[in-house]
C-alpha cells in the first residue's frame, strides 16, 4: 500500500500561471481533504470531499478550485497563482467523518514568484 | 469560526529535560488529536481524546483532555532527539455544529543532545 501519494512534490510558478496538484489514495477512503501549511499557522482546510463527485469549501477556499471525480483521486487547481499561495500542500483521506485519523501525503511545496 | 490556540509555537530543550505543549479551543470539543511531524516531512497521527478528563500514555508521551473538553495537553517525559518535531493538536467541534477538524498552530521541538 502507497498510502497517500501527491505530485508533484515540488513546483515553481509565475504570476497568473495555472496548475494542478493532484492526490491520490489506495486505501478506499470516502473522504479527502487539501490543506495548506504556512509557517506558524498550522493547517488550514482549502476544500475537502465527503466521497465520489462531491466536494465541499473549507477554511481559505479562496484561489482554489477542486474535483473529486474518482474515489481514490482528488485534484486542487490553481487557476491564476499568486504569491500568496505560496505554501506547502498537504493531502489528506480518512475512511469516515468523525473520530478517525486522517492520512497525510507527503505534501508538495509551491512557490509562486 | 472555531479556534485552536497552541503554546508555546517554539520550545528548545536539552536531551534529558521534560516538554509540554498546551492547546486550547475557544468551543467545546467533541474530541481532540495529536499529530506530530518531522522535519520536512509530513503530519502523522499520534493519538485521540474523546472523553472529558481522559489521559492516555504511549511510552514517554502522556496525552490529556480536560474536563471541561476545551483545553488539551502532550506532555514529553525525558526526551530524546527522535521527538525532534512539530507537535500539532487538531480539535473537532461537538457533532451538531458542523465543524470540521481545526489544527492548533503546533509547537515546534528541538533538542540538543
Known amino acids: 500500500n502507497a498510502g497517500v501519494t501527491q505530485t508533484p512534490k515540488f513546483r515553481v510558478l509565475k504570476t497568473g500561471q495555472s496548475m494542478t496538484l493532484l492526490c491520490a489514495q489506495d486505501?478506499?477512503?470516502?473522504?479527502m481533504y487539501w490543506y495548506r501549511q504556512d509557517p506558524g499557522m498550522g493547517l488550514r482546510l482549502i476544500h475537502y470531499?465527503?466521497?465520489?463527485?462531491?466536494?465541499a469549501k473549507g477554511e481559505v477556499p479562496d484561489g482554489y478550485n477542486v474535483s473529486r471525480l474518482k474515489k481514490q483521486n482528488f485534484l486542487l487547481g490553481l487557476e491564476s497563482a499568486a504569491p500568496s499561495q505560496t505554501s506547502v500542500y498537504f493531502c489528506?483521506?480518512?475512511?469516515?467523518?468523525?473520530?478517525?485519523?486522517?492520512?497525510f501525503g507527503p505534501g508538495t511545496r509551491l512557490t509562486v514568484t | 469560526g472555531q479556534q485552536v490556540m497552541q503554546i508555546p509555537q517554539y520550545q528548545h530543550v536539552q536531551e534529558g529535560e521534560d516538554f509540554t505543549t498546551y492547546c486550547n479551543s475557544s468551543?467545546?470539543?467533541?474530541?481532540i488529536q495529536w499529530y506530530k511531524q518531522r522535519p520536512g516531512g509530513h503530519p502523522v497521527f499520534l493519538i485521540q481524546?474523546?472523553?472529558?478528563?481522559e489521559v492516555k500514555k504511549q511510552k514517554r508521551l502522556t496525552f490529556q483532555f480536560g474536563e471541561a473538553k476545551k483545553n488539551s495537553s502532550l506532555h514529553i517525559t525525558a526526551t530524546q532527539t527522535t521527538d525532534v518535531g512539530t507537535y500539532f493538536c487538531?480539535?473537532?467541534?461537538?457533532?451538531?455544529?458542523?465543524?470540521?477538524?481545526?489544527f492548533g498552530e503546533g509547537t515546534q521541538l528541538t533538542v540538543n543532545p
Open positions: 486505501m478506499n477512503h470516502e473522504y
Open positions: 470531499s465527503v466521497g465520489e463527485g462531491t466536494t
Open positions: 481524546l474523546v472523553k472529558s478528563g
Open positions: 489528506a483521506s480518512s475512511y469516515r467523518d468523525r473520530n478517525v485519523e486522517q492520512y
Open positions: 487538531a480539535g473537532r467541534g461537538e457533532e451538531t455544529s458542523g465543524s470540521r477538524l481545526t
Open positions: 468551543t467545546t470539543l467533541s474530541n
